[in-house]
């Protein structure tokens, strides 16, 4: 029987594998990054199986708030098969990641999930100072130990936008905690290549990961994202090869506090 695809099976892939915690051997210690998004920040996409259109998913930025005394940002991502696809297996998802405002990292998210009759609540917390993270699952707690500055699913994608430094032909390396692990996973820089999408034409880095584990609904293989090359690195197209087919997440409207121009 061939397997049923929702929508999120590409979105929680590349939430998972984008971002970095260290560039070859760069250590960061704590200090403040250049932050190339802001509050107000809205970004839409298609997301299409095989051609056809599944859902759509949002990425969206909120006003900085005080979380445990420090400021942050709450960033959160929604995705929802569409009237179709809904009738025969619903998916309605959200993510929601308080990420700290200078150093782009953890320190909690919430996820919220339905897919067909199945759903799923868990929330972890991330004590960045005693290196742990604490998960909330099914009314039981658990902790487990955490690298420094470690991002979570949907931080990841937030703190990889603010590096400034990537070369073609090298590889980077992001620490993320998710399925009560923590992992290290590279991402090779392929090269620069120009893409349309239905926002416009953009100047883009090409990135692949390479998945070693299986997260929230995904096989394991490479996913590839597409960036703006410029400032603010946004992710204007991904796809990701599943068992049955290719998935494919397209830019397909944004709110920027500052926006972007596309290429005429």
């Known amino acids: 029987m061939m397997k049923c695809m929702s929508p999120r099976t590409l979105w929680i892939r590349v939430l998972l594998i984008t971002g970095l915690h260290a560039f070859l051997t760069l250590s960061f210690s704590p200090f403040v990054l250049a932050v190339p998004f802001a509050a107000g920040e809205r970004l839409v996409y298609n997301i299409t199986w095989l051609g056809i259109n599944v859902g ?4 969206e930025v909120k006003p900085k708030e005080s979380y445990q005394n420090k400021e942050a940002f709450r960033i959160i991502s929604t995705a929802r098969s569409n009237d179709l696809i809904s009738f025969f297996f619903p998916v309605e998802d959200e993510i929601e990641s308080w990420v700290d ?7 909690f998210i919430q996820i919220s999930q339905h897919h067909g009759l199945r759903r799923v609540s868990k929330e972890v917390l991330f004590d960045q100072e005693q290196h742990q993270a604490t998960m909330v699952y099914k009314g039981k707690t658990r902790t487990f130990p955490i690298p420094p500055r470690v991002q979570d699913s949907l931080s990841s994608l937030y703190f990889f936008r603010t ?5 073609i032909g090298r590889s980077v390396f992001i620490d993320v905690h998710e399925s009560k692990k923590n992992w290290r996973l590279e991402i090779q820089i392929l090269g620069h290549e120009r893409v349309t999408v239905p926002v416009g034409t953009f100047d883009t880095i090409k990135t692949k990961a390479t998945v070693q584990y299986e997260g929230v609904l995904m096989d394991k293989g490479d996913v590839y994202i597409w960036f703006t090359n410029d400032e603010r690195k946004i992710p204007v197209l991904m796809k990701g090869r599943i068992t049955i087919g ?3 997440a397209t830019l397909a409207s944004g709110d920027l506090p500052t926006r972007v121009a596309p290429h005429p």
């Open 163 to 167: 590096l400034e430094d990537l070369p």
């Open 246 to 248: 290719t998935i494919t």
């Open 56 to 59: 759509t998913g949002v990425l």
């Open 101 to 107: 405002a200078n150093g782009i990292f953890s320190y």
